[in-house]
T-cell receptor, first 116, second 113 residues
């Protein structure tokens, strides 16, 4: 069974801090994703990565950056945290697109981040 | 731009009632369709998916969904719900992108015992 592990379930930080959210997957998946989940808005893609050192912006990349130095690890960085970044952050991984279409994404438990 | 619409944000049912959650998408080409479920305190997990073939797809825990191409819909159904089905349900669509899923806003389902 795929295991996607996010480093923290709950995190409280202050405005202006640099925040690191870590995600590790154990299934050798090429694709990894960072989403934020807000009530009534569903999941919105922040960044994704399809290979080591490769990254692509999603729908809402402003104020965030990512790092993927190893295949199993994908980090989300809030460069200077702001209160509007208070949210639930979800990491996911998947195999690459197959001949019949996209592979399902496997999710971590999420990190509930509060910025004070 | 692609979008996914889930018609109901909150649904409350009694046990044994039948369930149908609506999902409509906007994309004219070939699509891959997914339903995910998030039980309280747990991570999102795949309920079922449609790539091609039989438009009636069966998933885990007695759920099924029907892809109706002419209506751009992928509604989720279960004939008789249980209290343990209380969760948030998300519809997601991929069309034309190698990586990105477009997600609906989610439907919170509450089953009264």
């Amino acid at each position: 069974d795929v295991k996607v592990t996010q480093s923290s379930r709950y995190l409280v930080k202050r405005t202006g801090e640099k925040v690191f959210l870590e995600c590790v997957q154990d299934m050798d998946h090429e694709n990894m994703f960072w989403y934020r989940q807000d009530p009534g808005l569903g999941l919105r893609l922040i960044y994704f990565s399809y290979d080591v050192k490769m990254k692509e912006k999603g729908d809402i990349p402003e104020g965030y950056s990512v790092s993927r130095e190893k295949k199993e690890r994908f980090s989300l960085i809030l460069e200077s945290a702001s209160t509007n970044q208070t949210s639930m952050y979800l990491c996911a991984s998947s195999l690459p697109q197959g001949p019949v279409g996209n592979q399902p994404q496997h999710f971590g438990d999420g990190t509930r981040l509060s910025i004070l | 731009a692609q979008s996914v619409s889930q018609h109901n944000h909150h649904v409350i049912l009694s046990e044994a009632a039948s369930l149908e959650l609506g999902c409509n998408y906007s994309y004219g080409g070939t699509v891959n369709l997914f339903w995910y479920v998030q039980y309280p305190g747990q991570h999102l997990q795949l309920l079922l998916k449609y790539f091609s073939g039989d438009p009636l797809v069966k998933g885990i825990k007695g759920f099924e969904a029907e892809f109706i191409k002419s209506k751009f819909s992928f509604n989720l159904r279960k004939p008789s719900v249980q209290w343990s089905d209380t969760a948030e349900y998300f519809c997601a669509v991929n069309g034309g992108s190698n990586y990105q899923l477009i997600w609906g806003a989610g439907t919170k389902l509450i089953i009264k015992p």
